[in-house]
């Protein structure tokens, strides 16, 4: 009969287990290779059991338990052993310093009069609003003459304009749009035009470009009061519903009656400061009804359609959207003024 | 338009204070800009009485005084030589600002404290007297402020009238607003005259020869007038409303037109030839002195003022040097007309001439009240000049106004408006506006427009007026019932908004730069003579030679942005621009506005300093393309040596043009240095330049979905010794080539160069990926597809295996 093993054979396994894995300390892969060399297909203690078919029958429980025991010893060990040394590296001095500036992506920004353009437009498509768009080389015709300014009207000294020749100007304003989408569609018109506008004024409150958005509601019946709840909503989604606002009659020589749009101003509320000129009210767009003569000129017959426009610069809303004091700013592009608007 | 309060209030009887009336006024369409007080420097100036005169212990010619503001006593150093007890006089306070420029502060004089400073009449620019202390009536209220204890407090509104309301440019007209706004009348002016001296008819004569630029044209004479200094009151609102006096005459007609709206002229009687005036037009070419001494050049519709000889005044705009008032004259003829609007403003802005005058004349003068106005003057005048004034007058009318008659009907303004105004409430606003209303039998108003209100013409006008006086603020608000509309999306527009939020996700900044550039600017980009980018669209009146052409490129102005950014130390700079460029169309008469895009990179390629150790380089801007050529799936594309005549600013060893198809799209790479130093630039510049409206029609359709692979990949490298300038998209497009339907894709994993491999060669690495879509792929069959394509290359290209 073979030698067998016997107890302390199998605690003399067991203890050499215990104490090489108290060896191991932290390394997590010595642990774990002192598992195979123990527990392994081929371990020490895998081997033991396979000499249990040798002994008799009558010692094989006792040398069963033996095993199952040892073997629960040298696992409990390694599950501790196991724990004990991630805790270790856990706890270890090699954890990295928290404060380390991020490897920032780098992100870029939209130019905030982009930003407060896609913003008008959006509230106004959500009105169902259609976003159109227009030549900034115009033909005095789409600029002037169709929207009721001919030549040698005083209202032409209200804007001071560029010229490229004798019948084509820098458009003055995005207003000549109107004329361009009406004489080519017929009723109901519901258009918003962003763009560029340019006129020769160049001081601490022009630029000699600079943006507008336009808009026109056509059909049937539009009324002034309808004029007053478009754009008191719009003014109430862009600068918050407490914002206050006035109508206040002007003259534009396409519309008729036509009206000035003031809100209360943003900076001081409505008490009087340096940026109101001590009013409390910031002038922020023109509107009107359409002049039946801008209908006529397109044909429509006024009898039958009305309807109202606006028009609104854009950098004005955007200086008061950030309380930016400086309109000439804009067009510097000065990256570090840019970057505010990241 | 400005005006005192005061002025305003002698025509209309009102009790509100001037800020309530400046907002009403604002509120029905006349901008009231500013309201300040007529003397703000008087606020802080107070009469003061003196109680005690002591010579100054320590300097001579200085007296300490004792002074009383009524109520507290303190002292006040003086030098006046009219000091002395018991007279009033103004005391400007510590804080007053005189309008001879001097700061009043509480100061020590010598050792004496002094609260303040005692005045002569000249110093607070209300008298000429400069000799001493200005001693004021020993009634007035001491201790408030001067100009309400003199009665002179008053205030100056400034309006800014918009070109419809040229009969707001008057006093009178204001006041009618506020008659109208207020519900009570104008009190007009009474004209009353004596009329002593000879008939009008045996002493002048007038004839119009175009009755179309000069459709009324009347005058008077006044015989033995003297010339002198208008009095206090008339050069007191002349002043308040910014006109300088000058002579009792001349004064008249500044007064009469700041009142009643109409210009108009005196003339030297004697200075007439054959005392007649004929209103003609000039001949082009002729020369005319006008009489703010300069020589101006007439065209052939010059609308002119002529006596028996020659030319005396150009129309409706301003008189000539050598028949105006002076010293000497004795008999004057005084012009009240009506020219016409369109005449005047051509003129005026054909000679550059803009009076008070020409900008009333512009905007629409009250053809009836021209008699009114020269009555007025000749009162006037007799009364500030003495003289008798002709019998009767001239009065030239060929074309009398008619009043038009205008229907409203009142439930068309109601719709129009959004409102529900009886027909009463609408025949009372428009009443109060002077107009002459009546009541038609099916209920609307037949409106007649007073004359001075030549903008009202149509229905409309009417129904603005209506809303005007109504109030804008009382008309309800009511949301539009919107139809459902076939809206077309603008897919340009929306691509272009896209493609910004996809550039900012490059990390790109967007700078919106001005569309006109300077010439020069794109002569530095070194185009040759000819070039189609020097072609420019020229403003006529630019504002000066930096900005004085439409940009055919957008590089100028992105390398100025560039430079000034760099030049305030911003060293890290990813920026991009999407605008128009403006090409000139033979033929047409706008030019072609394209969209374009531009890039620029320099600097470092992370802007942290900690993990900014690698500039930017080719591989950085190249990806940026390739990035927008895959946000518009244009595929077909190849990046080949760039044309140099095309792009001469460019550096054509570190930039290619980008072709798709036939179609160049753009160019990217690096700036040539020669020109980067033109714009003050020293850093290495990499760029990127797209024309938008050529991305935008190539954009490739939304592709389908693809089912995920279910088998596994297998890759395998080739690594390809090749000369230096072997490019190394080649062998990818050889491999693409060949046609393999096994392989997925390929890609460059390494481009490595080494002493080893030898001077002037380098090595590319390939990873080709083979996959089934129906199986999983052995290792065998891989190698022997590799293999085979690996043999391909090598024969094709001639290249050796690393």
């Given at each position: 009969m073979e030698q067998v093993a016997d107890r302390r054979e199998i605690e003399q396994v067991v203890n050499e287990a215990l104490r090489e894995l108290e060896e191991a300390k932290k390394d997590l892969k010595l642990i774990d290779a002192l598992r195979v060399k123990y527990l392994g297909r081929k371990g020490l203690i895998t081997n033991l059991f396979k000499q249990l078919g040798k002994v008799s029958p009558e010692k094989r429980p006792e040398l069963g338990r033996l095993l199952n025991e040892a073997r629960d010893t040298v696992e409990r060990a390694i599950g501790s052993a196991t724990e004990r040394a991630k805790e270790a590296i856990l706890t270890s001095k090699e954890t990295i310093d928290v404060t380390t500036p991020g490897r920032i992506p780098i992100i870029g920004s939209l130019h905030p009069v982009t930003q407060v353009t896609q913003e008008i437009v959006r509230i106004f498509s959500q009105m169902g609003f259609e976003v159109v768009e227009g030549p900034e080389v115009e033909l005095d015709y789409y600029n002037f003459e169709a929207l009721n300014i001919p030549k040698d009207h005083p209202a032409r000294d209200m804007q001071d304009t560029f010229y490229i020749s004798e019948d084509v100007v820098l458009r003055t304003h995005t207003s000549p749009i109107q004329a361009r989408i009406m004489e080519k569609r017929r009723p109901p018109i519901q258009i918003i035009a962003p763009g560029k506008t340019y006129r020769c004024d160049s001081d601490m409150t022009h630029t000699p470009m600079f943006h507008q958005v336009e808009g026109l509601m056509v059909g049937k019946d539009i009324s002034f009061s309808h004029l007053k709840a478009v754009l008191t909503l719009f003014v109430h989604r862009m600068f918050g519903p407490q914002v206050g606002l006035r109508f206040r009659p002007s003259f534009f020589p396409f519309t008729e009656p036509s009206a000035e749009v003031d809100i209360q101003c943003v900076m001081c509320g409505g008490s009087g400061c340096k940026v109101c000129s001590y009013t409390g009210w910031l002038e922020i767009l023109g509107s009107g009804m359409v002049d039946p003569a801008v209908f006529e000129k397109v044909g429509y017959d006024p009898e039958e359609v009305t309807g109202f426009a606006f028009g609104m610069g854009i950098e004005r809303i955007a200086m008061l959207k950030w309380s930016i004091d400086d309109l000439r700013l804009f067009f510097e592009n000065d990256v570090r003024f840019l970057e505010q608007f990241t | 338009m400005r005006f005192s309060f005061k002025w305003l209030k002698s025509y209309v009887e009102i009790e509100a204070n001037p800020k309530e009336i400046a907002d009403r006024l604002t509120m029905v369409g006349l901008e009231v800009e500013s309201v300040e007080p007529r003397y703000p420097h008087l606020k802080r100036v107070i009469p003061v009485k003196i109680t005690r005169v002591n010579r100054h212990p320590k300097a001579d010619r200085l007296m300490l005084c004792n002074v009383t503001d009524g109520t507290s006593t303190f002292q006040v150093v003086c030098g006046a030589p009219n000091v002395r007890e018991g007279i009033v006089v103004p005391l400007a306070l510590p804080g007053t600002e005189l309008p001879n420029g001097i700061k009043v502060e509480e100061a020590i004089i010598r050792g004496e404290g002094s609260?303040?400073?005692?005045?002569?009449?000249?110093?607070?620019?209300?008298?000429?007297?400069?000799?001493?202390?200005?001693?004021?009536?020993?009634?007035?209220?001491?201790?408030?402020?001067?100009?309400?204890?003199?009665?002179?407090?008053?205030?100056?509104?400034?309006?800014?009238?918009?070109?419809?309301?040229?009969?707001?440019?008057?006093?009178?007209?204001?006041?009618?607003?506020?008659?109208?706004?207020?519900?009570?009348?104008?009190?007009?002016?009474?004209?009353?005259?004596?009329?002593?001296?000879?008939?009008?008819?045996?002493?002048?004569?007038?004839?119009?020869?175009?009755?179309?630029?000069?459709?009324?044209?009347?005058?008077?004479?006044?015989?033995?007038?003297?010339?002198?200094?208008?009095?206090?009151?008339?050069?007191?609102?002349?002043?308040?409303?910014?006109?300088r006096a000058i002579n009792n005459i001349v004064d008249v007609t500044n007064y009469v037109m700041l009142e009643m709206g109409q210009p108009l002229h005196a003339f030297d009687y004697d200075r007439l030839a054959d005392h007649r005036i004929i209103v003609k037009c000039a001949k082009a070419g002729d020369r005319f002195l006008t009489l703010d001494g300069q020589e101006r050049i007439l065209f052939d519709d010059s609308l002119m003022i002529c006596d028996g000889r020659e030319a005396v005044a150009i129309a409706g705009i301003m008189g000539g040097e050598l028949s105006g008032i002076d010293f000497r004259t004795t008999r004057v003829l005084i012009e009240s007309a009506w020219f016409d609007p369109i005449t005047t403003r051509r003129t005026s802005k054909k000679l550059r001439l803009t009076t008070e005058s020409s900008y009333r004349f512009e905007r629409g003068i009250d053809p009836e009240g021209v008699i009114r106005a020269l009555d007025r003057a000749a009162q006037l005048m007799k009364e500030l000049g003495g003289g008798k004034i002709s019998k009767g007058r001239i009065d030239v009318y060929p074309r009398p106004y008619q009043r038009k008659t205008i229907r409203l009907r009142v439930d068309r303004a109601n719709k129009y408006l959004g409102t529900n105004l009886s027909t009463e409430e609408m025949a009372s606003i428009l009443s109060r506006l002077e107009m002459k209303v009546e009541r038609r039998e099916d209920g609307d108003l037949d409106v007649t427009p007073p004359s001075f209100r030549q903008d009202l013409t149509r229905e409309v006008d009417l129904t603005e007026e209506v809303a005007r006086i109504h109030g804008y603020d009382n008309v309800p608000l009511e949301r539009p019932r919107v139809l459902m509309v076939d809206i077309e999306p603008n897919e340009h527009l929306q691509l272009r908004d896209a493609l910004k939020e996809f550039l900012r996700g490059l990390g790109l900044r967007e700078i919106i730069t001005y569309?006109?550039?300077?010439?020069?600017?794109?002569?530095?980009?070194?185009?040759?003579?000819?070039?189609?980018?020097?072609?420019?669209v020229r403003l006529l009146n630019p504002l000066s030679e930096e900005q004085s052409v439409m940009r055919t490129s957008l590089v100028p102005s992105m390398l100025e942005t560039l430079a000034f950014n760099l030049n305030r130390q911003s060293n890290c700079l990813r920026l991009f621009e999407l605008s128009k460029i403006f090409i000139p169309k033979e033929g047409f008469l706008l030019p072609q506005e394209d969209f374009h895009l531009i890039v620029a990179l320099v600097g470092k390629r992370h802007p942290k300093l900690l993990y900014s150790d690698e500039d930017v380089d080719y591989s950085d801007i190249k990806g940026i393309a390739d990035a927008i050529l895959s946000f518009f799936r244009i595929t077909n594309i190849s990046f080949q040596p760039l044309d140099k005549f095309e792009t001469p600013y460019m550096d054509p060893a570190s930039s290619a043009d980008i072709i798709c198809g036939e179609s160049h799209i753009g160019r990217v790479g690096k700036l040539d240095i020669r020109v980067a130093e033109r714009f003050d630039i020293k850093e290495p510049v990499w760029m990127l330049e797209f024309d938008y409206e050529k991305l935008f029609s190539l954009r490739g359709p939304i592709p389908k979905f693809r089912s995920l692979p279910k088998y596994p990949s297998v890759v395998r490298d080739i690594a390809m010794v090749v000369d230096e300038s072997f490019q190394v998209q080649r062998g990818i497009d050889f491999i693409n080539s060949i046609g393999e339907t096994l392989l997925e894709s390929v890609e460059i994993f390494d481009i490595f160069r080494s002493s080893q491999i030898g001077e002037g060669k380098k090595s590319i690495g390939y990873r080709l990926t083979y996959r089934s879509s129906e199986r999983s792929l052995t290792d065998e069959e891989v190698n022997r597809i590799h293999e085979g394509i690996v043999k391909q290359m090598l024969e094709y290209f001639g290249a050796k295996l690393r």
């Open positions: - | 609260k303040g400073m005692l005045c002569s009449g000249k110093e607070l620019a209300l008298t000429d007297d400069a000799s001493g202390l200005w001693i004021l009536p020993e009634t007035i209220t001491l201790g408030i402020p001067l100009d309400e204890a003199l009665g002179i407090d008053d205030f100056i509104l400034d309006i800014s009238v918009t070109p419809n309301r040229g009969d707001c440019l008057s006093v009178i007209g204001i006041a009618r607003e506020v008659a109208a706004i207020y519900g009570t009348s104008v009190r007009y002016p009474d004209i009353s005259l004596v009329e002593e001296g000879p008939p009008i008819e045996s002493i002048a004569r007038v004839d119009i020869e175009d009755p179309q630029k000069c459709p009324r044209y009347a005058a008077r004479v006044i015989f033995d007038v003297e010339i002198r200094e208008s009095p206090e009151w008339i050069r007191n609102r002349l002043e308040s409303a910014g006109v569309s006109f550039i300077s010439p020069s600017a794109i002569s530095k980009l070194g185009f040759q003579d000819g070039d189609e980018k020097l072609r420019t």
